[in-house]
């Protein structure tokens, strides 16, 4: 192939038509840092490649290659062979002018690239496909349109003008071309078949990304819903609903109709576009910024036909709009939400329920008809292609830890799944967290006793005028869970249970349900952020009276800081890069420290009101400190103490942390990370470690008392409740639950504990199941006498006598 060449009537009309291109166009990129989420090497030469031929999505690239100093796709690439051109288009452009030799042209240009790189070993040329999108809208049933991709150069022109700012390109993983031409010899057969699969692979690739982007085919509401009326499991529900309620079958049949009308979403893309334009300017006054981890494993899902759930923790209603954005703007269809009826007040139902929310009541219970409608709806939903999203806690936490799963949803996701639906489904756990959640303070009320108030458009517009800068906001996603090898992992028969009409409710439905439930809830705390409040805060309500110096504060960050990188609790845990003062300067500008300043420097501190809100910062992270604050406490109350029995003693407290705080390790997995710990506190100077002997560094005493202290609040509830089991093993497990509550509930007052989970009754209730499971309770209430003794052997040395003796008073 000769040297490339541009001819001057190429470079006129790419003059041409980059001035209207910047005039018109503000195109987003997907990720929003291709450089750095995607490794692309700006020292390496680039290789362009376009689903089609078009100058005007050219230009929109070259745009965005100069915003990321990358490499002009108008320059060229220098090799061995000549110069070669610096971008390609897959197929041809649209028009009655584009040539049908576009794809051989491509073929021949991606055969010169692979010959350059076997006559030069030297030379690496990223292959890195981009595609650019002019509106995102998805087609409508019943209705022709003209897909962008045959749009002619006028049409696609005018679309340019109008469509100028709704307009995204999508960066891809780079391939090597150097990779790529070590698997052929310098055989011209081998080549072109090469690369006639590299531009067949491509044309796939640009294909599936846009459905990804687009979405299934929006149907005409109304006709769905008579549809889903007909269907044979509804039709039987509605007869029974009219024999069970002595009521005529077209009364039972429009009952059924006005539960569908309630539920169904009615999304729009003219609603998402508003709301995207709305929520970009809100999240710009509200916070300093969105950061968004691992969202490229499930844009691969997504390219690969997977039904994706999203399944995140639920800490604000700006959930439900935040993880939306995030996924619209990271390239994806925002998913249809299971959203509870109280949202469902005017006029913020109708708006939710066009940007895809369907409503939920909060009960099913004794209404089969509601249920099956439900589930009827839940399953075209899937059936049809839309991606779903539901908290599987069911409701926000009050706490800031998560709550124990409500598995309704996820069993009729099983259940949907059983009724032979081809396409694989893949559940995505998503953190989602905050510098500062708007409803922290009516959470605190309501933790006191306070009732719920109902949600309404007074109430949301009075929250929306006091809102400030809410610092950064992070949406975590998790390690997806395909739920076809999830079920052929744990149940292999599970194809056998498969029924079309969706009625299947195999034995093994609820157990298998409720574990992967837990797998959802451990997954959400392995991708958790941890940020600059939630590291404060924690810091701060481990000291005596929720006060430190500045020096001493910035010091523990730093010490949570190494270990946290040093010691990661999962991969896909966020740690900040900031240096600890950054951190400190970060949290203390959003104005919830109390700083005074004497001759000897700053002092940081919590109001006590403030000292209980910002427990639910400190909650969101709580598994990740709980355990090196449990050893810590062990270290320094024994003093002096060898590595194996500071490892069972973790070992014999950890079941129930883990039910608690939905900790991932098994004990394998626990023994190593416990192991590692140990050698981060010898780094730290923190303790002096030989295998036989642990002691601690009395000059970092101080350090290792303010770690141990974390976990402080956690084992004053199991001494609670083992001390009650230990005077009387036959207490059943309500009245365990109740008078441990009873007894946290006095001591919180007693000694001034002001964490509101820490007389929680959810927080007891699963202690008490946990109890239950590991043998301290059997099905007659009657309890382990040995396993209680040794337990609370272990329990004691670790609570303060003044609390001791306050538990044992009380009782």
Known sequence: MSTWTMSWWTKACFSIIRIPVKFFVQSKSIPTDPI???NIDKQKPILYVLPYNSKIDLMVVRSLCEKYQLPDPLQGVKTDNGLL??????????????????????IEIIGEYIKAHKHDSELDVQMLP???????????????KLSLQVLGGTRKFIKMIFSGRDCYTRFSNTVS????????NENDEQITTLALKLSRVARIHFSKQRTASVGPTLPVRQQMLRKLLNNPALTDAIQEEAKSKNISLEKARKNALSMLNEIAANFTYRALKMTDFVLTWAWSRLYQGLKVTNADPIRELAQNGHEIVYAPCHRSHMDYLLLSYVLYRQGLVPPHIAAGINLNFWPAGPIFRRLGAFFIRRSFKGNKLYTAVFRE???????????????IEGGRSRTGRLLDPKTGMLMMTIQTLLRGDPRPISIVPVYIGYEHVLEVATYANELRGATKKKESLWQTIKAFFKLKKLGYGYVNFGQPIPLNQFLNHHIPEWREAIDPTGAARPNWLTPTTNLL???????INSSAAVNAMNLCCSILLASQQSALTKKRLIEHINHALVMLKNVPYSELITVPNNSAEEL????KAMGKFVITEDDAGEIVSLSPEQAILMTYYRNNIQHLIIIPAIMARIMVKHNRISADELIAQVLRLYPLIKSELFIRYDEEQLLTYVNKLIHSFAELNLINYTPERITLNYLKIASMQLLASGSKDTLQRYAIAFSLLQK????????????????????????????????????????????????YLDDKDEGSLDKIKLMNETLKPLITSRVLQTIEEIY
Do not use: C, W
Not at 584 to 587: D, K, L, M, P
């Open 177 to 184: 071309f150097k990779n790529l031409a070590a698997q052929v």
């Open 377 to 391: 709806y839940l399953a075209e939903l899937f059936m049809r292609g839309y991606s779903v999203e539901y908290f």
């Open 584 to 587: 400190f300067e970060h949290a």
């Open 728 to 775: 009387d093993p036959a207490m059943s497990r309500a009245s365990l639950e109740k008078e441990s509550r009873l007894i946290a509930e006095r001591l919180s007052v007693l000694h001034g504990i002001n964490a509101p989970e820490f007389f929680d009754k959810g927080v007891f209730s699963t202690l008490v199941s946990t109890l239950r499971e590991q043998g």
């Open 85 to 106: 051109p610096a971008f390609l288009y897959i197929d041809k452009g649209p028009g009655m002018f584009a040539s049908n030799q576009q794809k051989k042209k491509s």
């Open 36 to 38: 750095q989420e995607l």
């Open 130 to 144: 981009v595609s650019v999108m002019f509106s995102r809208a998805p087609d409508k049933e019943g209705k022709k």
């Open 517 to 523: 439930a837990k797998n959802i809830m451990e997954s």
